[in-house]
């Protein structure tokens, strides 16, 4: 089974700072996508990311995907209340296509 | 923006009963999904679904589970006698593209409790 590690479990920083999230496996993906959850809803997907090395940006969100496809990082530029939730990585592998392994979460709380 | 539909939102039930969980996946996606989520745990995958045959299965999606396409719409999860380990946030998903290659877009979840 891969695994994938997310750090910290849980931040909290106040608007206008940045912060970075981590997922790190020992096991290589096909693809990492990033999602994020709201409280009883279903996790949103944010980006995917499938080539080594690879860097996504979504306004304040930039993605990167570790040269040897087994770790990703979220970065939040000049956070705002709005980014607050739980955000999610999750691997998904050319061997075993229909299932995506999750990673628990990072807990990320903005406040005013 | 197109998206996946879960009925009901919260279904309680009792131990050993059937319950179904529907789901309307988004109309020109092919590959469809079961996730669950324990309450403070990980998202744990169910199974996949495309061509009206399952692709993959968990260990969890054991002969008490069953998958169903019975229209060209709905996808339903079938629990046909519930534990009180199977209270969970269940979530359909259904993606365009065969994964890894893409992103899946969730439902919003059943919450099944089971008394």
């Known amino acids: 089974t891969q695994l994938l590690k997310q750090s910290p479990q849980f931040l909290s920083i106040q608007e206008g700072e940045n912060l970075t999230v981590y997922c790190n496996s020992s096991s290589v993906f096909s693809s990492l996508q990033w999602y994020r959850q709201e409280p009883g809803e279903g996790p949103v997907l944010l980006v995917t990311v499938v080539t080594g090395g690879e860097v996504k940006k979504l306004k304040r969100l930039t993605f990167q995907f570790g040269d040897a496809r087994k770790d990703s990082s979220l970065h939040i530029t000049a956070a705002q209340p709005g980014d607050t939730g739980l955000y999610l990585c999750?691997?998904?592998?050319?061997?075993?296509?229909?299932?995506?392994?999750f990673g628990a979460g990072t807990q990320v709380v903005v406040t005013p | 923006e197109p998206e996946v539909t879960q009925t009901p939102s919260h279904q309680v039930t009792q131990m050993g009963q059937e319950v179904i969980l529907r789901c309307v996946p988004i109309?020109?996606?092919?590959?469809f999904y079961w996730y669950r989520q324990i309450l403070g745990q990980k998202v744990e995958f169910l199974v996949s679904?495309?061509?009206?045959?399952?692709?993959?299965k968990s260990e969890i999606f054991d002969d008490q589970f069953s998958v169903e396409r019975p229209d060209g719409s709905n996808f339903t999860l079938k629990i046909r006698s519930t534990k009180l380990e199977d209270s969970a946030m269940y979530f359909c998903?259904?993606?365009?593209?065969?994964?890894?290659?893409?992103?899946?877009?969730f439902g919003s979840g059943t919450r099944l409790t089971v008394v």
């Open positions: 999750a691997g998904g592998s050319t061997d075993s296509w229909g299932k995506l392994q």
């Open positions: 109309s020109n996606h092919l590959y």
């Open positions: 998903a259904s993606s365009e593209r065969r994964q890894p290659w893409g992103g899946y877009t």
């Open positions: 679904f495309y061509n009206n045959e399952i692709s993959e």
